[in-house]
Each structure stands twice: as structure tokens, then as C-alpha cells.
């Protein structure tokens, strides 16, 4: 443990840990174990926090929530003032997170695949992309799309795809692909009547 770790709350560690063995490798492919030897803590520290595992899952998400939320948001602003600017600007977010090094792609999708239909983290991931796809459609509102649900839907899609693509492919170019495209989607659902 290095003496920045050793100054965290148990919980914090148990926390960064999970976030940095549940996103390499998938919450179902990292053991209780392993994450009480790499936190520094005791097994009945690691329950105290958290009681079940999916409980320490579903602290990871709520991790990953605001900080992929806050990433899409702050891309959106940089982009302008204009919300249809900011539907597009988003995606400067999708290039930033494949550009990472050790990017394994979406969390959400990667945990709900993981996990069983209608379970507290399949739920967590679906809650996720139902609030994102709500940001989005107020943003697609204020742009005068047509039909705002409708482009939310379509630009959500393209963010989903561009972040599988992040990682079946490393391509770099994808994300600018995915930008140009809902470009293209923003301006032909937000025509002047």
C-alpha cells in the first residue's frame, strides 16, 4: 500500500480497488479475496461496508456514473451554448475515455452483461443509460429537434457503438466517426420549420 492509499477510509481503499479490478476485469471476474488483499483491509472491514458483493458492485457504478456523467456534461459545455453544439460536443468524451490507456470499454455494458436480467445491477446499468438518455433528450428539446426522444434514442445508440468500438477495434478515428455522424442526426432533427 502506498502512504497516499494509507491515508484513505478502509471504505474509500475497498473502493478504489474495486473500481480499478472491476473495470480491468469485469465485477464477476474479480473475487472477494482479491480485493481485501489489494485494499489492505480485513474481511470483516470489506463486510461492514459492504454487506454483498453486488452491494460493493453497485458503489463502483454509482463511481462510474459520476464520473462518465460529469465527462459527457463537461464535453457538452465545452462545445458551446448552443444545445445542438452540446448534443454534438459530447462525443469529445467518447474520444477521451478510448483514448485511455487500459479502456475496457463501457462499465454499464459490461456489468449488465454480466449480471442477470432484472437483478439490483442489471437495474443500476439500465438506470444509468435511462438518465443519460434524459439529459439528452432535454438537450435534443432545447435544440428544436422533432422529435427529442426519438434523436436522444439515435445519439445514445452512437455513443453505445463508439464505446463497444473503442475496444474491438482501437481505432482512434471511430470516435471522430461517431461525432460526425450525429452531426449529421442533429442537424437533420433540429431543421427551422
Excluded at 481505432?171 to 420549420?193: E, G, N, W
Aim: hydrophobic residues 45%; glycine residues 8%; contains cysteine.
Amino acid at each position: 500500500m502506498t502512504p497516499a492509499t494509507a491515508q484513505l477510509s478502509a471504505r474509500e481503499r475497498i473502493l478504489d480497488t474495486a473500481f480499478r479490478l472491476f473495470y480491468a476485469h469485469g465485477p464477476r471476474g474479480v473475487g472477494v479475496d482479491t480485493i481485501i488483499a489489494q485494499s489492505a483491509v480485513a474481511k470483516a472491514t470489506l463486510y461492514k461496508h459492504f454487506p454483498r458483493k453486488d452491494d460493493l458492485i453497485l458503489a463502483y457504478l454509482d463511481r462510474v456514473d459520476q464520473a462518465w456523467f460529469s465527462q459527457l456534461r463537461a464535453a457538452a459545455r465545452e462545445a458551446g451554448e448552443l444545445p445542438g453544439d452540446q448534443l454534438v460536443g459530447m462525443f469529445d468524451a467518447l474520444g477521451s475515455a478510448c483514448r485511455r490507456d487500459e479502456y475496457h470499454g463501457c462499465a454499464f455494458i459490461n456489468a449488465a452483461a454480466e449480471s442477470d436480467a432484472g437483478g439490483e445491477v442489471h437495474a443500476r446499468a439500465v438506470e444509468h443509460k435511462a438518465v443519460v438518455r434524459g439529459w439528452v433528450t432535454d438537450l435534443a428539446r432545447r435544440a428544436g429537434a422533432g422529435d427529442p426522444g426519438e434523436l436522444a434514442r439515435q445519439l445514445t445508440l452512437l455513443i453505445d457503438g463508439g464505446l463497444a468500438s473503442g475496444v474491438l477495434e482501437a481505432d482512434p478515428a471511430s470516435p471522430q466517426a461517431a461525432k460526425t455522424a450525429a452531426r449529421i442526426l442533429v442537424d437533420s432533427a433540429c431543421r427551422p420549420a
